[in-house]
């Protein structure tokens, strides 16, 4: 059981991650264009001048995701049973080079 709560709790990040990067490139004017620090796993995950925040709440208000089956407007983690709205998910360039650079996501850890 413990093992299916989380592979549902990763399936959701992606969709959120996958969200995030959906609306970080329809709003590319917020994305900083210059990355002071490379992005890579073990990157502090906070939200800092290298990247835009959006809350999960704003993504499923703007369209971006969708909540639960049961409530639509809700994004709730399987794992802990608490509502993921209020998470902020981060998006910012992993390089510096234009040619090359990639959005990449993450929720941001307290």
């Given at each position: 059981?413990?093992?299916?709560?989380?592979?549902?709790?990763?399936?959701?990040?992606?969709?959120?991650?996958?969200?995030?990067?959906?609306?970080?490139?329809?709003?590319?004017?917020?994305?900083?264009?210059?990355?002071?620090?490379?992005?890579?796993?073990?990157?502090?995950?906070?939200?800092?001048?290298?990247?835009?925040?959006?809350t999960?709440?704003?993504?499923?208000v703007?369209?971006?995701?969708?909540?639960?089956?049961?409530?639509?407007?809700?994004?709730?983690?399987?794992v802990?049973?608490?509502?993921?709205?209020?998470?902020l998910?981060?998006?910012?360039?992993?390089?510096?080079?234009?040619?090359?650079?990639?959005?990449?996501?993450?929720?941001?850890?307290?």
């Open positions: 059981r413990e093992d299916i709560l989380n592979k549902t709790y990763e399936s959701k990040v992606k969709s959120v991650n996958n969200a995030t990067k959906d609306w970080a490139s329809e709003n590319l004017i917020y994305v900083p264009s210059v990355v002071g620090n490379i992005y890579n796993e073990n990157v502090d995950k906070s939200c800092d001048d290298n990247c835009v925040c959006i999960i709440n704003e993504l499923i703007k369209g971006y995701l969708v909540g639960d089956k049961d409530n639509k407007t809700i994004l709730t983690n399987p802990t049973k608490e509502s993921m709205n209020e998470s998910v981060c998006a910012r360039y992993d390089s510096n080079n234009i040619e090359t650079r990639r959005i990449v996501t993450y929720i941001v850890e307290d």
